[in-house]
């Protein structure tokens, strides 16, 4: 053996009418790849096409012509009633072989309707798909079986998918059929044609023409996983190396999932979002959608390691609360493929991975049925040992989801629940096969219902560009490869998709915390620095907390694209490795809890002014966050912070 190589099965399905050069390496004691490059040979060139056009269809006419049986009075033979049958047989293990057939292990695939002999035996305009019919295989035998109702007469023969060609072209063929006992002189006769092939693209079809498949994935950080330095917990993290233990559900469902479904995704960039906690810098707000890599309006991170890079960054920074909600992250990813559904050729898969019960149910499922109409698909992934029966009624495999909102049953079942303690002692590979299955069909399904199917290129000499992109019903292109090129090429074209979501999202956003008497440069210049979530109240938060605790070097960027939300906001991450202890006598003296929260407050600017400083203390909230004068100007007996009714102030001694 000179050298192997692996490859997933979602790379190759890529290739489809083109190739890819694969390094090859020397095999290991089992025969796969080691991490030795091969000396004698450096790679491997693949080719990779579709070698059965599984989903086209063949439509067919069968006439039965029944010659009248001598000793069978004229009522007799038309009360005669027959069925038809159509088996596909095993393949012959030698093409060479003389034609032969049996329908000993034979498959079913199509029985008529009885008709009886007084109208013509005419079973006309029968789709068949062509996998199911023969598998492809243009020589393998088509048994026609024609049964009389009562049992006492069955006659067969044979053709194939060959015949069925020729007879586009060349008219019907006539078979004879065969007795099933000897001693019959008068035999049916069947008169076959082909009437068309209809061509209905495959998944593969959608990924070679440019369909680009979109991951959005959504954590669950609510308590009832417990604290990530407890053993137990499903978020378990090693206190002395900050990385993640064997029992981490979360990071087995990230890795085995997304290795699968990051190989159809073009740029690998995942938007990554937590729900279910309290968020810093002073954790008093609970979001139930936030971005994990720090900055709400870039989620996108890199690749796998960058989903579970930014997974630890919010891990580290949050406080674990609940309840568990989906509406906020359902409704995001609406805004997410709203825009798409009307200009390109994308689908979106929201992988949910979280521990239980949900509070906001029908809210969710009205989420979800308003989702069915878009390109989207949900998998849910469920971890722990919690009772998972609301997430078996999301799937809805029996009972489709109906809003409460519009009374609209869903229009397709787009959720997939799969509870990971029946795979978490399987291969990895098990897992994503399980949560996976149903996507190619929904994707056909979406993009069937809407008309939309992918442009052949007319050029039969340019192989690797199998399919120019995608139209629609009109026949109006949408987005697909080469106009994904133009348009990025095109610098000055419109704002599209999510990218117009997000700006104006923000925009609304700093409009809001402006109008609460915040300066805009303040407002605009937090904001863009990068916050967790969308909320005025988590800006107001940070405006604050920044005050208080400058940054002194501007916050970490890795690689993956996730921001140090410990570094941005100025706060303590969890998960890093513990320190050594230090011995209690050596301690450095501190203040009373008092004495600090006095020392932490005087000095800082007001923030509505930023002129005076802070010198009352607004109750019953005991926020500190505004000057006297300030106070005495506000619109509304409002806390600027907490929004609580206010019932008077003290003043800062």
């Known amino acids: ?69 001598p000793d069978k009075s004229a009522a007799d033979q038309s009360r005669r009633t027959f069925f038809l049958n159509v088996y596909r047989t095993k393949p012959n293990s030698d093409p060479l072989s003389t034609f032969s057939y049996s329908l000993k292990d034979g498959v079913l695939v199509f029985r008529s309707q009885p008709l009886q002999n007084n109208h013509p035996l005419w079973w006309r305009q029968l789709p068949f798909r062509i996998d199911r019919l023969c598998r492809g295989d243009f020589w393998r035998p088509i048994v026609l079986e024609l049964v009389e109702s009562t049992g006492t007469s069955v006659y067969t023969t044979a053709f194939t998918y060959s015949d069925l060609m020729k007879s586009m072209t060349e008219g019907p063929f006539v078979l004879r059929f065969n007795p099933s006992s000897h001693g019959t002189t008068r035999l049916p006769t069947v008169s076959v044609r082909c009437r068309e092939i209809v061509h209905d693209y ?53 890795q085995s999932v997304l290795d699968i479904l990051q190989h159809y995704d073009s740029d690998k960039e995942f938007p990554v979002f937590g729900f279910g906690a309290k968020i810093p810098p002073t954790k008093t707000i609970t979001s139930h959608c936030f971005a994990c890599s720090g900055d709400f309006f870039q989620p996108e991170v890199f690749g796998v390691d960058g989903v579970l ?191 117009k979501f997000f700006n104006d999202t923000k925009t609304q956003l700093i409009d809001t915390v402006v109008r609460q008497g915040y300066m805009e440069d303040l407002v605009r210049k937090v904001v863009d620095k990068g916050i967790l979530c969308p909320d005025p109240l988590h800006v107001i938060d940070v405006l604050f907390h920044m005050q208080k605790n400058p940054p002194k070097n501007a916050p970490k960027i890795s690689s993956n694209g996730v921001i140090s939300i410990a570094d941005r906001l100025r706060v303590t991450d969890t998960l890093s490795p513990t320190e050594p202890s230090i011995d209690p006598m050596k301690r450095a003296p501190t203040r009373s809890v008092g004495s600090a929260m006095v020392l932490g407050r005087l000095g800082r600017l007001c923030g509505i002014c930023m002129r005076n400083d802070i010198d009352i203390v607004i109750r019953p909230c005991n926020h500190q966050v505004i000057c006297r004068e300030c106070y005495a100007q506000l619109a509304s007996p409002v806390c600027p912070l907490c929004r609580a009714t206010v019932a008077g102030f003290e003043l800062i001694s």
Do not use: W
């Not at 079809?205 to 994935?217: H, Y």
């Not at 053993?231 to 990230?254: D, R």
């Not at 920074?317 to 409704?331: E, F, M, V």
């Open 309 to 499: 890079e930014a997974y630890k960054n919010a891990l580290g920074t949050i406080s674990l609360h609940g309840p568990t909600k989906l509406s906020d992250l359902l409704n995001l990813t609406r805004q997410y493929a709203a825009p798409s559904h009307e200009s390109e050729a994308k689908y979106f898969i929201l992988l949910i991975i979280t521990d239980g019960v949900i509070e906001d149910l029908q809210k969710s499922i009205d989420e979800i049925v308003e989702l069915a109409q878009l390109p989207v698909s949900i998998v849910i992934v469920g971890v722990g040992n919690e009772n998972f029966s609301q997430m078996i009624l999301l799937d809805a495999d029996e009972n489709p989801l109906v809003s409460s909102v519009t009374g609209k049953r869903m229009t397709r079942d787009i959720v997939q629940f799969v509870p990971f303690r029946e795979y978490k002692d399987l291969p990895y590979h098990e897992l994503a096969v399980a949560t996976l299955e149903e996507i190619p069909r929904e994707v056909l399904k979406f993009f069937k219902a809407q008309g939309i199917h992918p442009v052949v290129n007319p050029d039969p000499e340019e192989r690797r560009r199998r399919y120019l992109g995608f139209a629609d019903p009109s026949g109006r292109l949408l987005r697909g490869p080469q106009q994904a090129k133009n348009e990025a090429d095109d610098e000055d074209g419109d704002e599209r998709g999510s990218v």
């Open 202 to 254: 495959s998944f593969l079809d959608f990924v070679s023409a440019g369909l680009e498949i979109a991951v959005i994935v959504g954590i669950d950080f609510t308590r009832s996983n417990e604290e990530p330095r407890i053993p137990s917990s499903l978020h378990a993290f090693s206190p002395s190396t900050g990385q993640p233990t064997p029992s981490n559900e979360y990071v087995m469902v990230i």
């Open 1 to 69: 053996m000179e050298g192997v190589c692996a490859c997933y099965l979602a790379q190759l399905l890529a290739l489809n009418g083109g190739s890819s050069l694969l390094q090859l390496y020397e095999p290991d004691g089992n025969g796969d790849p080691s991490k030795r490059p091969c000396a004698s040979v450096n790679s491997i060139e693949i080719f990779a096409e579709e070698s059965v056009r599984s989903m086209d269809s063949v439509v067919v006419d069968f006439d039965v012509d029944f010659p009248p049986l």
